[in-house]
């Protein structure tokens, strides 16, 4: 089955500062990868998602980039601000299947 | 209009009892999916029913089991419940069927300790 691994599990970054994190993938055959944003004690909540045949796209602060060949794709988020700071969840999910694999989640941490 | 609800929001159970959890969906939205939320293994996909139906499952064993409605409210239930099974068990919405390519919207979660 599907596999992905999500680098770093902890993320500490100054205000105004970027943060990337980077998933990576193991079915050639996923084409749809969302992130999800999950505050201290709440719901998860979809930022952005990609699919396997769009190489970038970006919502003002945040833009997430897909590279199909390598299996990997990333999310960006610029001018970090200290309600940043949440779990952050990428999945990529089978085409034919629909069934998602979550990585681990990146802790951000933006301090002030 | 309305998000997606759950309830109970807290359950303490012992093992070898069976608990059964509720998930309303968005209102219009036909499909819902189950998760499970652990420190251990994190976010794990448990299934998705549509118009009644399930339409995918996980890699977790018989002991847990769902159903829908035909107002599109989904139960899961669990039986002989086991320590491991402690977690915050999260449903979520969304319009079509093989929901996850559509927007998903998370319910608040159920949190469950079995002791």
């Known amino acids: 089955g599907e596999n992905v691994e999500q680098h770093p599990s902890t993320l500490s970054v100054q205000e105004g500062d970027s943060a990337v994190i980077k998933c990576t993938y193991s079915d050639s055959a996923s084409n749809y990868f969302p992130w999800y944003k999950q505050e201290l004690g709440k719901r998860p909540q979809l930022i952005i998602d990609?699919?396997?045949?769009?190489g970038e796209k970006k919502d003002q602060r945040i833009a997430v980039t897909l590279n199909k060949t390598a299996k990997h794709f990333s999310l960006h988020i610029t001018e970090t601000q200290p309600e940043d700071s949440a779990v952050y969840f990428c999945a990529a999910i089978t085409g034919g299947s629909y069934i998602p694999t979550f990585g681990r989640g990146t802790s951000l941490i933006v301090h002030p | 209009k309305a998000g997606v609800t759950q309830t109970p929001r807290y359950l303490i159970k012992t093992r070898g009892q069976q608990v059964t959890l509720s998930c309303s969906p968005i209102?219009?939205?036909?499909?819902v999916s189950w998760y499970q939320q652990t420190p251990g293994q994190g976010l794990q996909f448990l299934f998705e029913y549509f118009s009644e139906t399930q339409r995918n499952k996980g890699n977790f064993p018989g002991r847990f089991s769902g159903r829908q409605f035909s107002n599109s409210r989904s139960e899961m239930n669990v039986s002989t419940l086991e320590l491991g099974d402690s977690a915050l068990y999260l449903c979520a919405s969304s319009l079509r069927a093989g929901g996850f390519t559509d927007t998903q919207y998370f319910g608040p979660g159920t949190r469950l300790t079995v002791l």
């Open positions: 209102s219009g939205h036909r499909s």
């Open positions: 990609i699919r396997s045949n769009v």
